[in-house]
């Protein structure tokens, strides 16, 4: 069996993103932040965060009559894990490629360069 990955779905990212933007959502707030950019069914949300919960990504509690769902994971822990994840799988764990990549495609600019190396410099020290 496949250990668990904390690589979310493009579908799952995106209600992430609606959860992160706020403290606690019910189904609803996600679903109209999401219709904001694309059509989507309520019933689909749904579905998808009740799989957020059971991967713990999300947990919920009653209050009223509806569920309000909080992330279990700040936004950054989620990204990090992400991304490590993509560089041990693409790159063989080495972000050299990535960035050597990203530099020759122009994907960074002077400014994110400088930053780069203003990070490193403030990481040897």
Do not use: C
């Not at 990549?101 to 990070?119: G, P």
């Amino acid at each position: 069996m496949r250990a668990k990955s904390p690589t979310l779905t493009d579908q799952e990212l995106e209600i992430m993103k609606a959860v992160w933007d706020r403290e606690t959502v019910t189904v609803r707030d996600v679903y109209e932040a999401l219709l904001e950019k694309r059509k989507v069914a309520y019933t689909t949300v749904m579905t998808m965060m009740n799989i957020l919960e059971q991967k713990g990504h999300l947990e919920k509690s009653q209050e009223d009559r509806a569920y309000v769902y909080r992330s279990t994971k700040p936004r950054n822990q989620v990204i990090r894990g992400m991304v490590r994840e993509f560089v041990n799988r693409v790159f063989n764990g080495s972000a050299e490629p990535l960035l050597l990549h990203l530099v020759e495609d122009r994907k960074l600019s002077e400014k994110d360069i400088d930053e780069i190396r203003a990070l490193i410099r403030k990481e040897r020290s």
